[in-house]
């Protein structure tokens, strides 16, 4: 039996694995806070206040001097030219890319987002466009339209930028109003609420209060919502179990195996892909094996897809190899699939 991602499911798909770096900040510092924000708070006292992120503070000071001594475009060239050739701390560097972000638009406003790259899974955009929200909607359309600076409208790039925006609309409503902070990315143009709705889930996956999920209902909120949420809902919600509610990874395969809403299965799925190669440390027989443990044909087939997919989005050591691998362990048509999906990934992100 052989199982197909949707064109338009693959098309989301693709583009949104820009923004799984995100997640695996957030199972790294909430496995031990899991109530704190992540979110690097711009001070203006002495020492950086810091809530939750990777890193340390004498390296917040030093880049905060910079940024004051010589100006942010230097300070973000800084923190390129020192961790940008270090796999091992790309997490940290993400978090400082955050920072400056927030430093860059509160010295130059949105049209700051020229200064930030893409480099460190878009950390620099996320953090900007996540100030930007803080204590005003009213920038959303001038946001978008900065967006289209970063890449054509429907590409990885444009829809990582847009996904800042979802981060920085959670934000405005304190991760307490889901439906409101969705409505706000509604008002956003066609094809472009998506990528925002993913931003707004995984704000709330981090800084939610406690009693927001539901122990005894695990498929919340993804299972009340409209269904036009549904499948960026589902992407975030085996971060919820594993990191909020301390599910193992065989209890949200099976929470999402109950899923009776089709994109919600589909997107959990395919989260717990991404999830997958964190867990074995990007070992790709671990990765193999993890997909296969359910014993279920479609979540071995989109656990592999997007497990493969995600080692070559995040530039992982041997990519080349390991990914096709993984692709070439399923069988018949769905290997072909999976591999024409990480080809198209190898485009979309400049990695032929």
């Known amino acids: 039996m052989r199982f197909k991602i949707r064109k ?8 949104i694995l820009s923004l799984i770096s995100l997640i695996l900040l957030s199972i790294t510092f909430l496995r031990n806070t899991p109530t704190q924000d992540q979110s690097v708070v711009v001070s203006t006292s002495k020492n ?15 880049i905060k001097k910079i940024a004051a001594d010589n100006g942010v475009e230097t300070a973000w060239e800084y923190v390129i030219d020192t961790y940008g050739k270090d796999n091992s701390r790309q997490l940290e560097a993400h978090d400082y890319a955050h920072y400056i972000g927030q ?7 949105l049209a700051g987002i020229t200064i930030c790259t893409t480099d460190f899974a878009f950390g620099c955009y996320h953090g900007l466009l996540d100030q930007a929200f803080r204590k005003d909607l009213s920038p959303l359309q001038q946001a978008e339209k900065a967006c289209e600076q970063v890449g054509k409208i429907g590409s990885g790039p444009y829809a990582s930028c847009i996904h800042g925006i979802g981060h920085g609309v959670a934000s405005y409503f304190k991760d307490k109003d889901l439906n409101g902070a969705l409505k706000t990315c509604d008002k956003l143009p066609q094809n472009s609420p998506q990528f925002c709705y993913d931003g707004v889930f995984m704000e709330f996956s981090r800084d939610a209060l406690d009693d927001f999920y539901k122990p005894n209902d695990l498929l919340y909120p993804c299972n009340s919502v409209e269904a036009k949420y ?13 990191n909020r509610l301390s599910k193992s990874y065989g209890d949200v395969a099976k929470a999402c195996q ?7 299965k589909a997107s959990c799925y395919t989260a717990l892909g991404f999830q997958a190669v964190y867990s074995s440390n990007n070992d ?12 279920d044909p479609e979540f071995e087939y989109q656990c592999k897809s997007a497990a493969a997919g995600e080692l070559i989005f995040q530039n992982m050591k041997n990519w080349q190899t390991d990914a096709p691998l993984i692709c070439n362990s399923l069988k018949n048509e769905n290997a072909k699939n999976c591999n024409s999906y990480i080809t198209n990934i190898q485009k979309n992100y400049n990695r032929i």
């Open 103 to 109: 430093l860059i638009f509160k010295e130059k406003g």
């Open 8 to 15: 338009n499911y693959l098309a989301i798909l693709v583009v």
């Open 284 to 295: 790709s027989e671990k990765i193999i094996s993890t997909c296969e443990s359910m014993n």
């Open 230 to 242: 549904t499948f960026a809902c589902g992407r975030n919600q085996p971060t919820v179990l594993m």
């Open 48 to 62: 950086v206040t810091q809530k939750g992120a990777i890193g340390n503070t004498a390296e917040y000071n030093a």
């Open 258 to 264: 109950k899923a009776t809403i089709r994109d919600l």
